[in-house]
């Protein structure tokens, strides 16, 4: 079953009976496909029955002395095959109906044989099923009992069983650690160290042997290699183009180019994988590249990530596949094959279809897209909704002040609004005003684990996938102008210098009075003529903001930067008709300054209320190296970047600069961001180092966005059960359970970010397929020993330039690593990181 989910879940098949046994087989084994059998069990359609024969009294057995617990279950499966035929025959019909057993251990069925069971395995029965050939390409490629008939050249080493590498691992001749494979060389990865030793913590895996079959994120055991084995990361881009799945001499020809002379100081850790701990195999997007062969059922599959090795497949059905997006499973890679072995899934549809590129993103990154259930939507509130008698008594009424909001163009699910007004002592009220969505999210019901599940609404270039229902993100929660809305307020008195006197938050209800884009926001500020109440509001907003992030900044927190791209969409076709990089406004960093301040602010209080279980969010400063490549950037242009602190490196970038070269700055703001860590949530109780390195805070949390990021939720019940506005439940004040939490908030939010990326980049492509060769200024970002990777900041578009073309006479090039910088001998020319 664990092998045959594919095809289980095809609506041809229907009427199974799954025991109890299977089911816990299969639980021990893969979540993912135990979860997948439960859905097949709970869908009416395909009359899927679970048996517990292990609590029936007629099926029970117990292990025989001397048995093994796999044999007793293969006895005890046997044992409910011929109960359930008995017990069938006692229906009185005039058809008879007969059990068939499926199972893929050949000693189980030629026992089961013997015992006058009628059994197959799963491809002897789907091949019987004549008018459904297509099943067939979806049957997975196993080897009996995992007994790899070995024919062919052995091109890999063989893995050392699981028993044998956790001891070494105990004995600490073997490391554990996550296998991440290299997007731009294919012969290259780095181990992932587990444990807390911050010696090797990451090591250098290069070349087809010592990479030994391991996918990524695969949980592996590493051998250390010898010192004098140690290699430095390599500077080529390499990228699987083989035709020919047996040519292993191009490979060892293509390792060579791996091998360079470098610096002793650029050694790495270096090492091999031994064995696999855990598979983290999930079915793969990608594209059939059909063999050269006629007539032949044996195709390579292409994935669409690029860290995922290619896949052999057999199928009849490569005409049809051809040009389509299609999901393909890995089953199985012995040692005597280049790719590991799987099969055909399902189609997507045509490749560079919109719906069909949208669909595949969000499979690749793993994005919850599916519609809400019902049981989810039953959580929602009954409409026509309106704020109670009930809903006042904990709230404070704030429907009199001018409090209004400023988001960008087009936005519907409004989280957060402003309001900022002088008071009688001369000084001024602050308020952040945020959407009660924790009113409507109540603790543990089918809403709030759909909502924890998905983490993060994803923003697609022309789609939203929402974190919470439509009707709480656009509607009841969102704080539109003119209608009543509870919300979560953070208050503050300030002097005219910006400095916090007193700080309140209280549950609330508000009626904002404007709903503005940044540009209607700055036109206002800006305004001779406009003296409106919220005009003013904004403008005194502002002029704090400017005093908050001057002092931000010199208190050490960096101003980085990414090149980030706005579509404009055809009305009718939705095709991307014009691109351009963002503007920023000064009233976007008007509304980041106040934010942030409600960050700072509640990250305080809930950790001065529970130390041990607040869900924070710290930025880890960078390892001295990750500036590796910054600094060698700017020392080409005669510039110095110091990099010992947050402050000493914005204090750099601040005076790197060229009056000839003014794009310059943006450059290495960008190298920069390319060098920083992820931000992470964590659990207060569970970390010590809290700091925030980029914004350069003590303390940080994320409270202003509770419509689009689960972490707000928690942090608002939270702020609540502090200052009495609602009751605690057990998960709240459990740290390993929050912990938990925000291991999955950190993977969604990765997540998110990569198919936001892909979406970006797929309506570029699209944007400049009808656009014939366009002529625009790159810089260049990285060189390769092979290719420099460049930028067109006018579209924030980022690609590989190979100085190499298959059919093309090879060019004389010279890399230097010190200095990144490759020259090409005939004609002399020199390229640098930052060169146009």
């Known amino acids: ?110 026992k089961a044989l013997e015992e006058g069971i009628t059994a197959y395995t799963c491809e002897e029965y789907i ?7 297509d099943l067939v390409d979806r049957l997975a490629c196993v080897s009996d009992e995992g007994k790899e008939i070995e024919s062919g050249k052995i091109i890999f080493p063989e893995h050392i069983p699981l028993s044998k590498l956790q001891q070494g691992i105990k004995s600490g001749i073997y490391l554990q650690g996550t296998y991440r494979a290299s997007r731009d060389n294919y012969l290259e990865a780095t181990v992932w160290v587990h444990g807390d030793a911050e010696e090797n913590k990451e090591i250098i895996i290069q070349g087809l042997k010592h990479l030994n079959r391991a996918v990524h994120e695969d949980i592996v055991a590493v051998e250390l290699l010898a010192k004098d084995e140690w290699v430095a990361p390599s500077s080529v881009v390499l990228q699987d183009d083989g ?12 390792e060579n180019i791996l091998k360079t002379s470098v610096n002793k100081d650029m050694l790495r850790p270096t090492g091999k994988v031994v064995g696999i701990i855990k598979r983290n195999w999930r079915p793969f997007c990608g594209m059939l590249s059909k063999s050269q062969i006629k007539e032949a059922r044996r195709h390579l599959f292409t994935p ?132 009660d969505v924790s009113h409507f999210i109540r603790p543990g019901n089918a809403l709030d684990e ?49 400095e916090i006197l007193k700080t309140r938050f209280t549950k609330s209800i508000i009626n904002s009075k404007a709903s503005l884009t940044y540009a209607e926001a700055q036109m206002r500020i800006d305004s001779a003529t406009m003296n409106d109440d919220i005009t003013t509001s904004l403008r005194g907003l502002n002029k704090l903001a400017k005093i908050l992030k001057k002092r931000r900044i010199d208190n050490g927190a960096l101003t980085l930067s990414s090149p980030e791209v706005r579509f404009h969409m055809d009305s009718e076709t939705h095709d991307p008709i014009d691109l351009q990089t963002k503007e920023l406004k000064e009233t976007n960093s008007m509304v980041e300054e106040f934010m942030l301040l409600a960050n700072v602010s509640v990250a305080q209080k809930i950790y001065e209320e529970f130390p041990e279980f607040a869900l924070l969010r710290k930025h880890p400063a960078p390892p001295p190296s990750n500036y590796d490549i910054l600094v060698k950037a700017a020392k080409s242009k005669n510039l110095e970047i110091k990099t010992d602190s947050a402050k000493a490196l914005a204090e750099s970038l601040d005076k790197a600069g060229s009056p000839t070269f003014p794009y310059l700055n943006t450059l290495l703001r960008i190298l920069a961001t390319r060098c920083m860590m992820q931000a992470v949530y964590f659990c207060s109780g569970m970390d010590n180092d809290f700091h925030h390195y980029g914004l350069a805070s003590p303390i940080y949390t994320h409270f202003t966005s509770p419509i689009r990021r689960y972490a707000d939720i928690i942090v608002h019940r939270l702020l609540a059960v502090a200052i009495g506005a609602d009751s605690t439940y057990p998960e709240l004040t459990d740290k390993h359970k929050l912990a938990d939490m925000c291991k999955n908030l950190n993977y969604r939010h990765k997540m998110a ?4 990326r892909a979406s970006v980049a797929f309506h570029t492509q699209l944007f400049f397929k009808n656009k014939g060769v366009v002529n625009e200024d790159a810089y260049i970002l ?35 690593n010190e200095k990144i910088r490759m020259v090409l001998v005939e004609p002399k020319v020199s390229y640098k990181v930052c060169d146009s």
């Open 127 to 133: 091949k019987s099923l004549t008018a459904n050939p």
């Open 304 to 435: 669409a990530d690029r860290r995922i090795p290619r896949i052999r497949i057999e199928t009849r059905q490569a005409d049809t596949l051809e040009g389509q997006r299609i999901i393909v499973a890995i089953d199985g890679w012995p040692r005597n094959s280049r790719y590991p072995n799987g099969h055909f899934v399902k189609s997507l549809g045509s490749a560079g279809d919109k719906e069909t590129e949208t669909e595949v993103l969000l499979l690749e990154h793993d994005v919850p897209h599916q519609p809400f259930s019902q049981a989810v939507l039953s959580f929602l509130p009954k409409m026509p909704w309106s704020i109670t008698e009930q809903d006042m008594k904990y709230r404070e009424d704030l429907r009199h002040l001018y409090v209004c909001s400023v988001d960008p163009p087009g936005c519907t699910d409004i989280d957060d609004a402003l309001h900022c007004r002088e008071v009688e002592n001369g000084n001024i009220e602050v308020g952040v005003h945020i959407a």
């Open 782 to 816: 990285f060189v390769r020993k092979n290719a420099v990777v460049v930028l067109i900041p006018k579209y924030g578009l980022e690609g590989t330039v190979f100085f190499e073309e298959k059919g093309k006479p090879t060019l004389r090039l010279d890399y230097n």
């Open 753 to 756: 970010q990569y198919a936001q």
């Open 243 to 254: 035709q020919n799945e047996d040519d292993i001499e191009n490979e060892e020809e293509k």
């Open 1 to 110: 079953m664990y092998c045959s989910i594919d095809i289980l879940e095809d609506p041809v098949i229907k009427n199974v009976i799954v025991l109890q046994t299977v089911l816990q087989e299969v639980r021990n084994r893969s979540a993912p496909v135990y979860k997948r059998i439960r859905d097949v069990i709970q869908n009416p359609e395909k009359h899927f029955y679970s048996f517990t024969n292990e609590h029936h009294r007629e099926t029970y057995i117990e292990q025989g002395r001397g048995e093994s617990s796999n044999d007793r279950n293969d006895r005890a499966i046997r044992v409910a095959v011929k109960w359930y035929n008995e017990h069938l025959k006692k229906i009185e019909d005039e058809e008879k109906i007969q059990v068939i057993f499926l199972t893929n251990d050949r000693t189980n069925k030629e």
């Open 450 to 498: 759909e909502s924890v599940k998905r983490g993060t609404t994803v923003y697609l270039c022309e789609k939203r996938i929402d974190m919470v229902p439509e009707l709480l993100s656009s509607n009841l929660c969102s704080l539109r102008s003119n209608v009543d809305r509870l919300a979560f307020s953070c208050i503050w008195e300030m002097n005219h210098k910006a």
